[in-house]
């Protein structure tokens, strides 16, 4: 099917804004995720203290790529950031406990898993962004430096060189400030604090969420 591309207008086609919306919650569904919401930017929980757990105890990513903490946009940033927006797409894919904990003999599923947030995020995006909403972005999940470049040795963006997937890596909805556990609890939504050591048979179940700032 041909891409639709609207001509830009003033108002970011605002009439139409709450059917394009409804458009990407059905949409983000139809891509995969296991529930989507249309969001306010007012109920997005932003939170310094998510970003101080990415450094304690230190993650892997913490610092070894562009997206990550404390090289992407810091948590006051963002909350500036969404003074200007209003509207965004919120959703959450279920994936199977022993493909959410760190375990070597799902690595490939787990980066799988991620890597469909990502496409997720950015057709939405990229919908949102033809629909002549052309100032959306968007948030994955985990961290970039694992989903599409654990088998390079670093992250070339952080050598002042070009991603190597620049337009598919985002910075992950945790690693800006966004409370992610809080923000799908009030969605309605299971999600479950799955640390480093847990077992998949302690797991109820896994969830990775995505957000699109619309509008
Ligand atoms: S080069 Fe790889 S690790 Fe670095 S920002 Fe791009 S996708 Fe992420």
């Not at 910075?171 to 309605?188: L, Q, T």
């Amino acid at each position: 099917m041909a891409k639709t591309i609207e001509k830009i207008r003033v108002d970011m086609n605002e009439a139409r804004l709450q059917e394009d919306l409804e458009k990407y919650r059905q949409q983000a569904l139809e891509l995969g995720a296991t529930q989507a919401a249309i969001v306010t930017t007012g109920e997005i929980p932003v939170d310094e203290r998510v970003t101080l757990k990415c450094q304690i105890p230190r993650c892997f990513g913490y610092g070894a790529g562009a997206q990550c903490p404390p090289n992407t946009l810091k948590p006051e940033e963002l909350r500036e950031l969404l003074k200007k927006y209003r509207f965004a797409i919120l959703f959450i894919k279920e994936v199977p406990p022993e493909v959410i904990v760190r375990d070597k003999a799902t690595i490939k599923e787990r980066v799988a898993a991620y890597q469909e947030v990502y496409k997720i995020v950015n057709d939405l995006e990229s919908l949102a962004f033809h629909d002549g909403h052309y100032l959306a972005f968007g948030f994955g999940a985990g961290s970039c430096r694992h989903t599409f470049c654990g088998q390079m040795e670093s992250c070339q963006a952080m050598e002042g060189k070009k991603c190597r997937f620049s337009l598919r890596s985002r910075p992950s909805m945790e690693a800006v400030g966004i409370d992610v556990y809080k923000m799908v609890a009030r969605a309605g939504w299971d999600i479950y604090p799955i640390g480093s050591g847990d077992k998949p048979e302690d797991i109820p179940k896994g969830t990775l969420a995505g957000l699109i700032i619309v509008q």
